[in-house]
């Protein structure tokens, strides 16, 4: 049996005992997340706006940051503004470690804090490395159970025949290799995808669409949503949402549905306006979801709501 398929058993040999706890589990963090929304409103009624919502960050990248102080610093900021949870996403073995390390570190400040969580993957930037290293990591990390680890998903992973960092062949491979782990995983797949829909689709259709696919930074244009969509997949949208020339992007915003939709920040990476010139962070993920509220037409809290409920099951965190 490959390390990988060692894994798989591993994880699926959990069975009753632990998947009744991981229930319970859930129900506690939902009724923990409920309550502390209750609390934060009753101390937000003198401190904060009075309906502060909680939102989460299902896409950024802290594995930039020097020192675990600044890392902490940059969750706290998140937290003041209701970003609760984050998920650090890989793009190498190196920073997926690094992830990894991130989302374990001690919460600072007790309950209520900002939660983290990591994916481990291969951008399609760095194909041409292989994943041979990527999937020792996800052989490490699920030797310990991934769950302990806080690992949620497979990825960033994907094609970008924008910059052509690796040559198309590469990317093809390493996506498709990734797809595969995500399925022999049971792990969320994090699709990156820029100029290359149609491989991306055709790859996605002769592997299998895992059942849990979010598709990053969504940048397409409603036809290109409609196609995720019946996919089965789960649209995260990022602050272009709010820049003025988006138009197609605002237009796949508005077709896609509440219970499909995720919001990120991509950070450090697309500051939204007005905040374009500074590096970018969790502590924004409020302005994508505002940008986007207004787009739908829905208050911002429903939003946030809906976007950290989708967020629980397509990362199934607990
Ligand atoms: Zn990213």
């Known amino acids: 049996m490959s390390g990988i398929g060692r894994i798989f058993g591993g994880r699926r040999e959990r069975g009753g005992r632990e998947g009744r706890e991981a229930r319970d589990a859930k129900r506690q963090a939902k009724q923990e997340?409920?309550?502390s929304a209750e609390k934060s409103a009753e101390h937000e009624s003198v401190q904060r706006p009075a309906a502060m919502a909680l939102w989460t960050d299902s896409h950024c990248h802290l594995q930039h940051i020097d020192t675990d102080d600044e890392v902490r610093a940059v969750l706290a900021r998140a937290e003041e503004v209701g970003t609760r949870r984050v998920v650090v996403v890989g793009t190498d073995a190196p920073s997926s470690r690094r992830a990894v390390d991130i989302a374990s570190m001690p919460a600072q400040d007790g309950p209520g804090s900002t939660e983290v969580w990591a994916t481990v993957g291969l951008h399609p930037h760095d194909s041409s490395m292989g994943t041979a290293a990527v999937r020792n990591?996800?052989?490490?990390?699920?030797?310990?159970?991934?769950?302990?680890?806080?690992?949620?998903?497979?990825?960033?992973c994907g094609l970008d025949f924008h910059y052509d960092h690796s040559p198309w062949p590469a990317q093809r491979r390493a996506f498709a290799e990734q797809v595969r782990m995500a399925h022999e995983?049971?792990?969320?797949?994090?699709?990156?995808?820029?100029?290359?829909?149609?491989?991306?689709?055709?790859?996605?259709?002769s592997e299998g669409v895992p059942q849990r696919t979010i598709f990053h930074c969504f940048t397409g244009g409603p036809g290109e949503a409609e196609r995720c969509l019946t996919l089965g997949a789960y649209l995260s949208f990022s602050g272009i949402v709010t820049f003025a020339t988006a138009e197609e992007l605002c237009a796949a915003a508005a077709l896609t549905p509440l219970d499909r939709m995720l919001i990120e920040t991509d950070s450090p990476f697309l500051t939204p306006v007005p905040y374009r010139g500074k590096p970018n962070e969790p502590c924004y993920v409020p302005v994508v979801g505002e940008a986007m509220a207004r787009l739908k037409g829905e208050d911002p809290g429903e939003l946030a709501r809906a976007t950290s409920a989708n967020a629980s099951v397509v990362f199934d965190l607990h």
């Open 33 to 35: 997340l409920d309550s």
């Open 137 to 156: 990591f996800l052989e490490e990390v699920g030797a310990q159970g991934f769950s302990a680890s806080r690992v949620v998903g497979v990825g960033e």
């Open 185 to 205: 995983l049971g792990l969320a797949l994090v699709v990156h995808t820029r100029e290359a829909w149609e491989d991306t689709f055709a790859i996605l259709e």
